[in-house]
């Protein structure tokens, strides 16, 4: 919705830039220079014009390549200057004082090539950009693309995607079976991992093959059954609705790994529900109820006194948590049991937050969204917690779940170094 209007504004002005060899009129203000490329680009789409075109305007510098249009600012591109000097291409830092760059400036002189913008400085230093490099990392590029690429799902989705299984020999020693498993995961927010031994060492093995282990206060890996060893209803045989995990974290556990490693019962299967497929329908139905939830702040809370646990934990944050420049989701904290007292914004912004938390809800409960599945000792489920709600139905008899929440930094860091998007 957002990008039609942005299509439509783009539009207008690229109508406003000149055409190939056009004559600047003569009422434009002195010292301002535009000028076609010097000849036509190799695409990045391929149903984009081929053109470029480029102005000198007061306060940024314009160009138009294959069809989009950016504006950059005059101090950041002497800001992101990749010139020896500037910029250590051994380390990716900058060796710029950024302080030392007058915020005024502008560049004496300006040329584009096919291929490449050259900027000279008032101070001489020239300054080199890839024209495919400003499109890259463009404010307009990035605001059209998605950070993370995803396929949203209700349970017909995920089971009609027939996901196909990663078997934990090719997982363990394949670089492709793993970039496999990450490509799955990034896009469904959940992947498993099957025939793993039904022990905790191997659980934690497997786990550390995707990333380093983010120990808390329930441990590095756990292995918790139904004996109210902790103050959590987790550590019951009670049911447990569909929720996100540690919402009382600053910054909650990005992964979460489960292992059954025995049950002897009835009951016990797990519930996952795609959160961000809940919340795109809420923004498409009613999107003052996403913006609702992705305001306010709330607070989860953790306070544990069993034993010789004593914890108490506050996060605080909104439910969807949205990139500002293109508002795609990138988190999800959803805990009913967890959340805290709400006292961060006033009477009337509260009732108007309900409204949006049960329209929410009530997505999140249509039977249509939820898949169901029934951990066993072998397959070993890895969930985005900052996507992929879990519950799980009451159960009878001895059932022993283990496993570990996950780095997220170093989940996406694996990804990447494989050449996925994340
Ligand atoms: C996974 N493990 C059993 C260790 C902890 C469970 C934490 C439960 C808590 N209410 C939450 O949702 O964060
Ligand atoms: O027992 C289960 O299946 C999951 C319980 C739970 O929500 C958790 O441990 O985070
Ligand atoms: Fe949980």
């Known amino acids: 919705m957002t990008f039609t209007r942005m299509f439509v504004r783009l539009g207008a002005c690229l109508h406003r830039l000149p055409k190939r060899n056009a004559q600047p009129p003569a009422l434009w203000p002195p010292g301002i220079?535009?000028?076609?490329?010097?000849?036509?680009?190799?695409?990045?789409?391929a149903s984009h014009s081929k053109s470029c075109l480029w102005q000198l305007r007061e306060d940024y510098f314009e160009l138009s390549v294959s069809g989009l249009l950016m504006r950059f600012d005059y101090v950041w591109l002497r800001d992101h200057c990749r010139?020896?000097?500037?910029?250590?291409?051994?380390?990716?830092?900058r060796n710029l004082d950024t302080a030392t760059v007058e915020l005024g400036i502008r560049p004496s002189n300006i040329r584009v090539d096919e291929e490449t913008l050259f900027l000279t400085w008032p101070d001489?230093?020239?300054?080199?950009?890839?024209?495919s490099w400003l499109v890259q990392n463009s404010y307009e590029g990035q605001k059209q693309r998605a950070v993370q690429p995803r396929i949203l799902w209700n349970s017909e989705i995920y089971n009609e995607a027939k996901v196909p299984a990663i078997s934990c020999e090719g997982f363990m020693t394949s670089d492709e079976e793993l970039k496999q498993f990450l490509k799955t995961f990034l896009l469904y927010g959940i992947a498993f991992v099957e025939d793993v031994p039904p022990t905790l060492e191997a659980t934690e093995t497997v786990a550390q093959r995707v990333s380093l282990i983010r120990e808390t206060m329930y441990g590095r890996v756990w292995n918790f059954t139904s004996d109210f060893s902790r103050g959590d209803t987790?550590?019951?045989?009670?049911?447990?609705?569909?929720?996100?995990?540690?919402?009382?974290?600053?910054e909650p556990c990005g992964i979460q790994v489960f292992h059954c490693l025995r049950h002897e019962g009835t009951g016990g299967r797990t519930l996952l529900v795609d959160g961000f497929h809940g919340a795109d329908k809420v923004l498409k139905e009613a999107p003052g109820n996403f913006e609702q939830l992705s305001r306010v702040p709330i607070k989860h809370e953790y306070i544990e006194n069993v034993g010789a646990y004593?914890?108490?934990?506050?996060?605080?944050?909104?439910?969807?948590?949205?990139?500002?420049?293109?508002?795609?989701?990138?988190?999800?904290?959803?805990?009913?049991?967890?959340?805290?007292?709400?006292?961060?914004?006033?009477?009337?912004?509260?009732?108007?937050?309900?409204?949006?938390?049960?329209?929410?809800t009530t997505e999140l409960r249509k039977p249509e969204n939820e898949l169901w599945v029934k951990l066993k000792p072998g397959k070993v489920l890895f969930i985005d917690n900052w996507r992929v709600l879990h519950g799980r139905e009451s159960f009878t008899g001895l059932r022993q779940l283990c496993g570990c929440y996950l780095t997220r930094d170093d989940v996406l860091n694996t990804a990447r170094s494989l050449g996925l998007q994340a």
């Open 124 to 131: 001489g230093h020239v300054t080199r950009f890839n024209l």
């Open 310 to 360: 004593h914890n108490h934990m506050i996060g605080v944050g909104p439910v969807l948590n949205v990139y500002p420049w293109n508002n795609e989701l990138y988190m999800i904290r959803y805990n009913n049991y967890d959340r805290a007292v709400i006292n961060t914004v006033p009477h009337d912004t509260v009732q108007r937050w309900y409204v949006a938390h049960r329209a929410l």
């Open 234 to 250: 987790a550590y019951t045989k009670l049911a447990l609705d569909r929720h996100t995990d540690t919402s009382y974290f600053q």
């Open 33 to 45: 220079t535009r000028g076609p490329c010097a000849a036509s680009r190799t695409q990045h789409t």
């Open 83 to 93: 010139s020896a000097s500037c910029y250590n291409t051994k380390t990716n830092q």
